[in-house]
């Protein structure tokens, strides 16, 4: 008998019996916590049943280091090829030969980089993208970031083909055996995205050692996941009739995938391309803790030394590159292909031609001038002694104001909270989400999130895991309280939608590392300097799936409203909030995963959970430490995401909307 015929007969109990399950569910919860000696095993996980995956995996990495250190060696070395040219090419220059008879061959000029992001921006989006992009990385040269942003940039260079041309291939392959990817490659792109990123360090530290080849594949097998599943989405969303085509057309089955389908999946395409760049620019940034360099670099030795000027000049470079490649890449998913017309090469590409003439002139120029391979420092502005004077200022004049909100919420907030998950019983906590499982999904779903929930308890993290769910769900509620009405705003007032979408542009644009900075210089480390940042950096999907879900409600329902006799009040609370409630849950679900993902950037601030964990493996090199860590902070990622997915399902179904 098959799994599925075997649960087809266990039905759901009808909705009015679940309320009583619920109180009887919860009451027994309260009493396990109140009363923790009626059952010791079952509030603290015992000690003996703890079972040493981290160790196991530990020697297994170590031994696969030991056995195939030939293999290692092989990909370092050819891995280190294409890297070298780029950062070459970008930020270091070309040395051929040795001693005195070396000849030394500049890099790309700051001023023909400028001026040929500028002419992309113009052939993409016109004056408008030619000024911003332009003027980004003008700002870096200014600021003196230049030498670091185009380090970063080096490494973007060759992971982002690297990872565009794996996905690519994953997604193909998914997309032509269904099975393979429900069973294999969906799974595993649920744990590569919920994975933290400090987990991907440490494995590599391990195999590759403390060098940019290192950073380079951590960051290659973080930003994987987005073009797989845009390559996947793409293909199934070809119309039939252009299948059909390709097949009337008399195309092999090879012709009709490179020559019909994936043509006509550019679009989405283009847009996984975007997600590519903006994750391989924030894991680049985070990999600089084991020899990526670059601007990452600089703002860890900022934070490490409390240096606020330094810090926040070269994050502010980092959000000017983020911003730059997204606007650009943005605006080469909206290109339409336009046929080239012209014998020659440079007349059917005349602007590529042009900004590789204006790139060689200026790096030719540069032997004989030096301020076009350098910029002068004369010419260079520092913003740093700025930024110390202003936060400074504030925590001068609003010290006792910051000092008493850091307190309050402490006192008041956090530290109850954090007790009361601290002493949450595990076998309790693992019952209420089977049961909301079951509710929710059935059996196939309750069958899922226990095992997630168990593996936080069998691998001696249960005391971690609670710690990093207090910090996260707090997170999360306040961001909703945030975004929810500020996404309510922006759907009903055309004027704010246009003043909130291009800051919540800008927020997501912004690498993870950045939101630390500030928040660490006027707040201190801890826990309420962490839910800040988590909060800044979260906060986006819960305002734009709500404002995207409150405009799609049908007008002919809106118009039904008002007919019915609706007030405007009636109308939101009545029609379009029950009607948008699906999409602002699936924007919680992303702010959930979201604050996880930030919460292992904040272990740098003194919070003790998971991230606090992966982080102290990054420093011992222990890759079983980090990577069970991760893969907890993974599971309770996948295991929220399950649950609200399935209850946003059922509420579309109820409503009549699936």
């Not at 070395?77 to 070396?102: N, S, W």
């Not at 998913?333 to 590789?356: D, I, K, N, Y």
């Not at 609200?644 to 579309?652: C, K, P």
Request: proline content about 6%; glycine content about 8%.
């Amino acid at each position: 008998m098959s799994v599925s015929a075997a649960i087809e007969p266990l039905r759901l109990p009808r909705s009015s019996v679940w309320p009583a399950i619920w109180i009887a569910a919860l009451a027994a919860t309260a009493l396990l916590y109140l009363f923790p000696q009626l059952a010791p095993w079952a509030v603290e996980y015992p000690k003996d049943w703890i079972v040493p995956v981290a160790k196991w995996t530990g020697a297994a990495m170590l031994w696969i280091r030991t056995e195939f250190t030939w293999l290692t060696r092989a990909l370092s070395a050819i891995g280190q090829v294409p890297l070298d040219f780029a950062l070459d090419t970008l930020a270091r220059g070309f040395k051929i030969g040795q001693g005195p008879e070396a000849i030394e061959l500049p890099r790309l000029s700051w001023l023909g980089v400028v001026i040929a992001m500028g002419m992309i921006g113009w052939v993409l989006g016109g004056r408008g993208l030619a000024a911003l992009a332009g003027g980004c990385f003008l700002y870096i040269a200014l600021f003196g970031q230049w030498d670091s942003a185009m380090l970063t940039l080096g490494l973007i260079v060759i992971c982002v083909p690297l990872c565009v041309i794996t996905g690519l291939l994953i997604g193909i392959w998914g997309y032509r055996n269904p099975r393979i990817e429900k069973f294999f490659i969906t799974p595993m792109l649920d744990v590569m995205q919920t994975m933290p990123t400090f987990a991907y360090l440490v494995p590599m530290l391990l195999l590759f050692g403390n060098k940019p080849v290192s950073a380079m594949m951590a960051t290659g097998i973080f930003a994987v996941p987005p073009m797989v599943r845009a390559t996947m989405l793409a293909l199934q969303r070809v119309p039939q009739e252009i299948d059909d085509f390709g097949v009337m057309a008399g195309c092999t089955r090879a012709q009709k995938l490179w020559r019909v389908l994936l043509p006509a999946a550019r679009p989405t395409l283009l847009v996984g391309l975007n997600q590519v760049i903006m994750l391989a620019l924030n894991m680049v940034i985070i990999s600089s803790m084991i020899g990526a360099g670059g601007l990452g670099y600089d703002v860890l030795l900022a934070l490490r030394s409390l240096n606020v000027g330094a810090a926040l000049e070269a994050g502010l470079a980092i959000v000017a590159l983020a911003i730059a490649l997204d606007r650009l890449s943005q605006a080469a998913a909206r290109q339409r292909p336009v046929p080239q017309t012209g014998a020659r090469f440079w007349e059917r590409h005349p602007f590529l031609t042009a900004g590789v003439a204006i790139l060689a002139v200026t790096t030719l120029a540069s032997l004989a001038v030096p301020g076009l391979a350098k910029i002068p420092e004369s010419l260079t502005i520092s913003s740093g002694p700025i930024w110390k004077s202003m936060i400074d200022w504030v925590t001068q004049n609003f010290f006792d104001v910051i000092e008493a909100f850091r307190t309050w919420m402490l006192l008041n907030i956090l530290n109850p909270i954090r007790d009361l998950m601290a002493g949450m019983p595990w076998l309790a906590a693992a019952g209420l989400i089977g049961l909301a499982g079951f509710q929710l999904g059935g059996l196939r779903l309750m069958l899922l999130v226990v095992p997630l929930t168990l593996f936080c308890a069998m691998t001696g993290l249960w005391d971690k895991t609670m710690a990093t769910i207090y910090l996260c769900g707090i997170s999360t509620v306040v961001a909703a309280l945030i975004g929810i009405p500020l996404g309510v705003l922006a759907s009903r007032s055309d004027r704010a939608d246009r003043i909130i979408t291009p800051i919540i542009d800008t927020l997501q644009t912004m690498p993870s590392f950045v939101f630390i900075i500030p928040t660490v210089m006027l707040f201190r480390v801890g826990d309420v300097t962490a839910m800040i940042a988590i909060v800044s950096f979260a906060v986006v999907p819960a305002i734009r799936y709500t404002n995207l879900g409150l405009r799609q409600v049908s007008p002919a329902l809106i118009e039904a409203a008002k007919v019915s006799g609706c007030t405007r009040q009636q109308m939101f609370w009545r029609v379009q909030l029950p009607l948008a409630l699906p999409e602002i849950m699936l924007g919680i679900n992303q702010t959930i995963l979201l604050a996880l993902s930030m919460l292992i950037i904040t272990a740098m601030i003194g919070t003790r959970d998971l991230g606090q964990e992966v982080f102290i493996a990054l420093a011992k090199a222990d890759a079983g430490r980090g990577l069970i860590a991760g893969l907890t902070v993974a599971f309770i990622g996948i295991t929220a995401d399950r649950l609200i997915g399935a209850w946003s399902r059922r509420a579309r179904q109820r409503l009549g909307l699936a």
